[in-house]
């Protein structure tokens, strides 16, 4: 697939994973990403060998997860932005691209010459693009931050996803949650952006901070909040006895898994669902004649088919539930996720060749164009491009030599 982003050119100066996964969606969407990297110590996430409890690499391959995900299809160079020796080699490489891309704080990006005025000044027709932690204006324009702090804890998301009572935070469900997020909105401003430029002549300047991705996420809440004049109350855990729809919510079964039933109408999904479970006496109780009589009785309804599923394996429940009309879903853990059906059926779990010829997969970023499945690439290993990069700038072997003795490159 040759992808909708096909001969668009784009220079990263980034770390960590919230703006690079914004580049490896680019380059899903056939792009041609450059990552620079520094000459020395590279991506700074390359140092990360053990994360949610579990090594982050397996002995004897290079084939990295957490530099994976957000880097595939980049190529590398490695470049101390700090020596004047490699400020021509930004300048050629920034006159070649159509959007750059940064997560690096402002001193940093004038110390190393990328500013939005230093940037546009070599190329006027730049997209240009920062991503934040809380954005580039107000009181914490200088302060960085990570998707647990900009995303998760300032969103709403974690307290709202704590009970009233608790007295621990319920932490991210996964690692870089909100950086994933943040990075496909990022890829959707730049596609907006290289419309306007395609239509109008004018190269936007593009800002996507992590509490503006968390708060748009979580805008129903606030949106709520800022109509009552207060904060909708942190969940408190289930009373027994709350009255309810049988047919919403998680149920516990025999082997420790989970079913969402999301069945909005009680009074059509009932007799089906007692129909497929050959409950017939079910059916026939007064207190589920109808909506208003389940919902009434929510509290035994939930009883009955907590009961019912408790007693039966996960793959017992979604076979019957697959005989009937209604909405539900497993209650997927992450290998779930890695061989969940319609995923595999959309080619959204890709497959990926390592730098030592193994295959091996990788979720792929959501969007599909003409119905073709996406194609990955691995990422680059640390400065792996450089001399390629280089000699395509017209940079000749001994001018490299002598750049790299600079400690220029890499």
């Not at 879903?329 to 061989?339: C, G, L, N, S």
Request: charged share 20%.
């Amino acid at each position: 697939m040759s992808g909708p982003m096909k001969g668009v050119r784009v220079l990263e100066i980034a770390q960590f994973t919230f703006v690079p996964a914004a580049g490896a969606v680019l380059a899903d969407w056939g792009a041609e990403v450059i990552k620079v990297e520094h000459s020395v110590t590279g991506d700074a996430q390359r140092g990360l060998v053990r994360v949610m409890g579990l090594d982050a690499l397996v002995p004897g391959s290079t084939f990295y997860p957490i530099m994976e995900g957000p880097n595939r299809g980049k190529r590398s160079i490695g470049l101390d932005l700090t020596n004047p020796a490699s400020q021509e080699i930004l300048a050629d490489l920034v006159k070649q691209s159509d959007v750059f891309l940064t997560n690096m704080l402002p001193g940093a990006r004038i110390k190393m010459g990328i500013d939005v005025d230093q940037i546009k000044a070599i190329n006027p027709d730049i997209i240009y693009v920062r991503g934040t932690a809380f954005g580039n204006k107000g009181p914490e324009r200088l302060k960085g931050g990570y998707d647990s702090t900009g995303f998760w804890a300032r969103s709403g998301a974690a307290r709202a996803t704590t009970w009233a009572d608790a007295t621990e935070l319920t932490a991210m469900p996964t690692g870089a949650y909100g950086d994933n997020a943040g990075g496909m909105t990022i890829a959707g401003g730049v596609a907006a952006a290289l419309y306007k430029r395609a239509t109008t002549g004018e190269a936007s300047v593009v800002d996507v901070s992590l509490l503006s991705v968390g708060a748009w996420s979580t805008s129903f809440g606030s949106n709520l909040a800022m109509l009552t004049g207060q904060a909708p109350p942190p969940p408190s855990m289930p009373v027994p006895g709350t009255p309810g729809n049988p047919l919403t919510g998680a149920y516990r079964t025999k082997d420790g898994k989970f079913i969402m039933l999301t069945m909005l109408q009680p009074g059509a999904y009932w007799p089906g669902f007692c129909d497929v479970f050959n409950k017939p006496e079910w059916k026939t109780d007064e207190r589920f004649a109808d909506a208003m009589t389940i919902v009434a009785n929510g509290y035994e309804g939930r009883q009955l088919v907590a009961e019912l599923f408790g007693s039966m394996n996960r793959d017992e429940v979604t076979a019957l539930l697959s005989q009937q009309e209604g909405q539900w879903a497993i209650v997927a853990d992450f290998w779930d996720i890695a061989q969940d059906e319609s995923l595999r059926a959309n080619g959204l779990v890709a497959k990926v060749t390592d730098a030592e010829g193994v295959e091996r997969e990788l979720i792929a970023s959501p969007v599909l164009f003409d119905e073709e499945n996406p194609t990955l690439t691995r990422a680059p290993q640390f400065a792996e491009h450089t001399d390629e990069i280089l000699t395509e700038l017209g940079i000749d072997f001994e001018k490299q030599i002598e750049l790299k003795i600079a400690g220029a490159v890499t």
